[in-house]
């Protein structure tokens, strides 16, 4: 491939990773993010919509014409990674048949140990609370989760723009259950975290609000 083809595929690669991690956009907006210019940006996602891996919807924005805010189709979700998910689904199944809703469970317990003991050993010397999430963040975006956190007054926002493990998770929703039970341990007793999105119900994200005391 040469230089030339190689950057209008880095340019694509890069809008739908910008739409993956912050939801609809103009094109305006999306060439102040990426340093290109609105044109440039505009072919590439009318080319992006002829492959209906993105569509817009106009918006009211005062005078003038309605904005055109571009985000990802149900469609476009293919090309993030998935983590195997159609071996993941099919062995969830076969687990359930052969040993039943008690085996299902003991193997996601069992998994989540292992998932504890991992993030346990990149973060057990870390003390203060944002620099623990700040590890646990780059540890879920290492595994495919485009994972960010960030402050928000008093508490902290864990923000996961893709699941890899979306469809396996939906065959099984304790695995969900038990990643909060997860990040509740590795965080520690005095943290307080709540699930306001989710992928699983709807939201184009998961995010997570973490604070040190209760509401």
Known sequence: MTKTSQKPAKTRNAILNRLKEI???????????????????????????????????EQNQGRGR????????DAAQNIFPDAHQGLAVDLINSIKQAFGQ???????????????????????????????????AKIRKEEGYMASVRQDGDSWLLTENHCPICAAAKSCTKLCANELLVFEQILGPDVYITREEHILSGARRCQYRITNEPD
């Open 102 to 136: 008690d085996g299902l469970k003991a193997v996601v317990d069992a998994h989540s140990q292992t998932q504890l003991a991992h993030y346990q050993a990149h973060l057990s010397d870390i003390k203060t609370l944002p620099r623990r999430l700040a590890g646990l």
């Open 66 to 73: 309605p904005a055109k805010f571009w985000a990802l189709t």
């Open 23 to 57: 939801g609809a956009r103009t094109a305006p907006a999306l060439a102040k993010d990426l340093g290109i210019t609105p044109m440039a940006i505009r072919l590439h996602l009318y080319d992006l919509a002829a492959e209906q891996l993105v569509d817009f919807s």
